[in-house]
């Protein structure tokens, strides 16, 4: 089985940053794909990152692009997710999933593992 469990979530001022982690415990990331989401109050849960854990291969949601970096450190089994130029429609609640194989794919259905979630609110 495998666990993911977020930390780095908090409260910031628009136009700052934060970094979000995620932990994985149980089975190794060799093979697999991470990916973080994020649900808005009202909103559907959409992706905002992914890495490949065998090449590293990144994608992005296109409103993320220039301001959020996703990286993984294998020796930790941890991925991150540095968020900048945080706007307040950025708040949400962020989470992690992991998913078997190297694809990233952007469709929560396609992912088999989450973590709870970690909020990120942005003031205005």
């Known amino acids: 089985q495998v666990q993911l469990v977020e930390s780095g979530g908090g409260l910031v001022q628009a136009g700052g940053s934060l970094r979000l982690s995620c932990s994985a415990f149980?089975?190794?990331?060799?093979?697999?794909?991470e990916g973080w989401f994020r649900q808005a109050p009202g909103k559907e849960r959409e992706f905002v990152a992914g890495?490949?854990?065998?090449?590293?291969?990144?994608s992005y949601a296109d409103s993320m692009k220039g301001r959020f970096t996703i990286s993984r450190d294998s020796a930790k089994n941890t991925v991150y997710l540095q968020m900048g130029s945080l706007k307040p429609e950025d708040t949400a609640v962020y989470y992690c999933?992991?998913?078997?194989?190297?694809?990233?794919?952007?469709?929560?259905?396609?992912?088999?593992?989450w973590g709870q979630g970690t909020q990120v609110t942005v003031s205005s």
């Open positions: 149980g089975r190794t990331f060799r093979t697999y794909a």
């Open positions: 999933a992991a998913r078997t194989g190297s694809r990233i794919a952007t469709s929560e259905q396609d992912y088999e593992y």
């Open positions: 890495v490949s854990w065998s090449d590293g291969r990144t």
